[in-house]
Structure formats: C-alpha cells, structure tokens
C-alpha cells in the first residue's frame, strides 16, 4: 500500500518542503531510505522501528520503501522522524491514509516513542504555510514557536501515540494558541552595554561607527 505525509528539512536560516512517500509490499522484510538523505535521516529507520514497537504499534511485514521527495534536495537533520513514522503506519492502513495527507509533521522519536524538538520549528512551519497546508503536528516542546506563524494549526503531541489516537479520531488535539511576541524597542532605546557577550561583535561595531567605516 502506498501512503506520503509532508515535512521541511533544514536549508540555510530556511526550510524545503520534503514529500516523503511510502509504499508497503511484498518481499523479504526490510526498511529503506532513498532520496539523498544524510546520515541521522537514514539513521531514522531503527528509530521509527523502535519508536512503533515501544507505542504498542506493528511495524510493517515485507518490503517497505520511504522516498524524500524531491531527490536532488539533501535532507538533514532529525525533524523527520515524524513524518517518516506517520507514512509508515498510513502504508500499513494503522492510521487513515487520508487523514495523514492532511497535515504536516515535525520531530524527532525517542526509541520510546516520545516526540522530541528540533531546531528550525518556525522555518519549517513557514515553509508549511506557504505551500497551503493549514495543519501541522509537532512535539509539546516546538509548538509555541511553529505557533507563531499565521493561518497555520500547531496541533502539539507528546508521543507517537497521541498522533496515532488524533488521526484516528480517538483522542482530540487542540491547537495551540496563535503567539504574538512582543513588540522589539525602539531604535533610540537599545544600546550595546544591554548586550551581555559578544565581545568581538561589539568591538567590531564599535570601531566602524567611530571611525565610519562600511560595517560589512
């Protein structure tokens, strides 16, 4: 069975969108990664294993495939372990395939099953944003900042199994309350002596607005 969910991987102070596609057949089991996936992405496949064996979920029989689309882009980072999970179960009809497609996913799994933050919530929920995407899942603990972006659903998980519950429609997740942070002051009020280290900065911005030089 063929299933995709949709998540961001790193790119810069940016994130690109990632389509990871999952088919689940016949064969001698194992579990692949393709789609230029660097070293702790590929190294997903025993968390997701273990993270679906300790939440008390069936990890596909046979052959099962994950593609990162698009496969020229490189993938870093851990955020995908989520989405990764998600697609697996969706391929394995544990979860509804459709309902899975609705959303974006963002987090690392512990071998526990437990959803942990990554860097880079705020850009990846940007990125999720702006190709339409109305609904994302992330860890507890990155919710606040992916809550940040407008228009967008931060729906907050403890562990894989509160994800498996929401897209089954046994357990309800709330979204997370749009925050708004306060407002930066204003030019004529910030100073250097307020910043605490940085010394080789503050030198450098000390000497070229002395002796008027191009900062960059």
């Not at 659903?153 to 306060?182: K, S, T």
């Not at 940085?198 to 030089?213: M, V």
């Amino acid at each position: 069975m063929y299933a995709k969910t949709v998540s961001a991987t790193p790119y810069g102070v940016e994130a690109r969108l990632v389509e990871v596609q999952c088919d689940s057949g016949r064969g001698f089991p194992s579990f692949s990664i393709v789609g230029l996936a660097e070293k702790e992405v590929a190294e997903a496949r025993e968390r997701v294993r273990s993270a679906l064996r300790n939440s008390g979920l069936s990890f596909p029989d046979g052959r099962v495939t994950a593609n990162l689309a698009p496969a020229e882009l490189r993938k870093e980072g851990t955020g995908l372990d989520l989405a990764l999970a998600t697609a697996v179960l969706a391929a394995a009809g544990t979860v509804p395939a459709d309902k899975a497609e609705r959303y974006a996913y963002h987090g690392e799994l512990g071998l526990d099953g437990s959803l942990r933050s990554v860097r880079g919530a705020l850009a990846v929920a940007l990125a999720v944003a702006q190709e339409g995407y109305h609904g994302m899942v992330v860890s507890r603990a990155a919710a606040a900042e992916a809550a940040l972006v407008e228009g967008l659903d931060v729906y907050a998980a403890d562990n894989l199994q509160d994800v498996v519950c929401f897209l089954r429609g046994e357990r309800r997740l709330n979204p997370v309350e749009h925050w708004i942070p306060p407002a930066v002051p204003s030019p004529s009020s910030v100073d250097l002596k307020v910043v605490r280290g940085q010394e080789h900065a503050r030198r450098a911005l000390e000497i070229a607005g002395a002796g008027g030089h191009n900062l960059l």
